[in-house]
């Protein structure tokens, strides 16, 4: 059984930084993409980056430059690591991942294309 677990969100103010962390269980981790989506209250949730399972990633020009994505395969662990956050960026993160997608289908990052989910860690940015 697929288990994804967030942790490393909080509360920070502008121009700080966090790393997110997915641990994950029960498949054969490596072979995945996985992706960090994040969900603001009152919109769709969206994917801001992934990575696919020869460790090649891809991110929403909303996040360039700010939002790195990881994994450490030994540790089946997936990381975010945030900087300079922004107010907009508050949202419910989550890590998601699927097995077979493709490079195309991973890099598009779109929430409907990944069958595992965590249960999402908060990130709340004041200015």
């Known amino acids: 059984q697929v288990q994804l677990v967030e942790s490393g969100g909080g509360s920070v103010q502008a121009g700080g930084s966090l790393r997110l962390s997915c641990a994950a269980s029960?498949?054969?981790?490596?072979?995945?993409?996985m992706g960090w989506f994040r969900q603001a209250p009152g919109k769709e949730r969206e994917g801001v980056v992934a990575?696919?399972?020869?460790?090649?990633?891809s991110s929403a020009d909303s996040v360039k430059g700010r939002f790195t994505i990881s994994k450490d395969n030994a540790k089946n662990t997936l990381y975010l690591q945030i900087r300079n956050l922004k107010p907009e960026d508050t949202a419910m993160y989550y890590c998601?991942?699927?097995?077979?997608?493709?490079?195309?289908?991973?890099?598009?990052?779109?929430?409907?294309?990944?069958?595992?989910w965590g249960q999402g860690t908060q990130v709340t940015v004041s200015s």
């Open positions: 998601a991942a699927e097995e077979g997608l493709g490079h195309t289908y991973c890099s598009l990052g779109r929430p409907a294309d990944f069958g595992y």
């Open positions: 029960g498949y054969t981790y490596s072979s995945y993409c």
């Open positions: 990575i696919d399972s020869d460790g090649s990633t």
